[in-house]
């Protein structure tokens, strides 16, 4: 029985650190790089100044936690049903991450190095906006590695029952 909870605690704690992210990455694509975007390099400014928005130790903190849960949802459920939708949703989540770390972050690096003008750039914005999209894309992953976890928490936990 001891094993049974420590199955469902662990799949549980990934999923609701998952969501947690999933979350976050839609308020700040929704609400603050949806402002960003805007008018480059104007609309930097929200990061500017002694009080400047900055969510980075957020970023650098939760997806690692998300990983590392993951993988022990995955070890602790190895011998069950929930096998595979627990390997599609950290392949899912860690391809949503690559993309992430390879594209979106150096890119945004990039376009922020301009810093803020009072002033708009076309050739900026239209970067951005490509951009945008591209982090859009990158959270229909966590969306759909959060559905995965979702697809393992309703099936049986039961050692030796596989698909």
Known sequence: MREFNLRNVTLMAAAASCFIQIGAQLFAISVIMRTVVQAPPRSFAIYGGEYGYDSSSFWNTVPPITALLLVIALATNWKTQRRNPLLIALVVFVLGGTVAGVFLEPTFAEMMVVG????????????????????????????????????????????????
């Not at 708009?120 to 976890?149: C, E, H, K, N």
């Open 116 to 163: 803020y003008s009072d002033s708009i750039d076309p050739a900026l914005q239209r970067r951005a906006a490509s951009w945008y999209a591209m982090d859009w894309a990158v959270w229909t992953f966590s969306l759909l590695a959060g559905g995965a976890l979702l697809a393992a928490l309703v099936r049986p936990a039961d050692v030796g029952v596989r698909d």
